[in-house]
């Protein structure tokens, strides 16, 4: 109820600009999915939204762009889908009919990650629309058809890891 009235609070004055510094820490799942339908509302109705959080599945539904700070410096901002293609880690998965369809999909692509008893390779891939045109493109000119296609992207905790990760012996000092 607290958080709800903080932002009740906020509306107050119809403002153009509005911060909110993790407004849905500690909320309950149904609480916390309501306070991002009226963010939401909010932004559809042009209010510019300045938000802090640590839950960034929360950036990844509601922010247009991201900032990541490190230590309060700037280390990467852009799109959700920006900053995920950054990491390494994004593959396609294809999982094929037989093990003669596996094979030949096999000899087209370097670095895959093959399961024969699934039927699937894991091939490197940012799942950039002209990415996964190449990938499909190679496919076909070898008249491999795959049963099914899926995209893997890193998520936006893999992006802050990545990003502001250190080495085991290079911990940050205890404050």
């Known amino acids: 109820m ?4 903080d932002l009740a609070m906020t509306l107050v004055g119809d403002p153009r600009v509005i911060f909110l510094d993790e407004p849905t820490t500690g ?15 909010l932004v559809a109705g042009g209010v510019t939204i300045f938000l802090t959080t640590q839950y960034l599945e929360e950036a990844d539904q509601l922010a247009d762009r991201i900032a990541v700070l490190d ?17 390494p880690g994004g593959h396609v998965s294809l999982r094929f009919a037989g093990a003669a369809e596996l094979a030949a999909a ?13 039927l699937t390779l894991q091939i490197p891939n940012d ?6 045109r190449g990938l499909l493109d190679r496919l076909d000119a ?19 890891l990545a990003l502001t990760g250190r080495p085991d012996n290079e911990k940050e000092p205890l404050r």
């Open 2 to 5: 607290r958080r709800r009235l």
């Open 27 to 41: 909320l309950d799942p149904r609480s916390r999915r309501t306070t991002w339908q009226i963010i939401r509302d």
């Open 71 to 87: 230590h309060g410096r700037l280390v990467a901002e852009g799109t959700a889908a920006e900053l995920k293609r950054r990491i």
């Open 106 to 118: 096999a000899r087209n692509f370097r670095d895959v990650a093959r399961d024969d008893e699934a």
């Open 127 to 132: 799942g950039s629309i002209p990415a996964l």
């Open 142 to 160: 070898e008249s491999i058809k795959p049963d099914a296609l899926s995209v893997h992207t890193p998520d936006l905790d893999d992006v802050f």
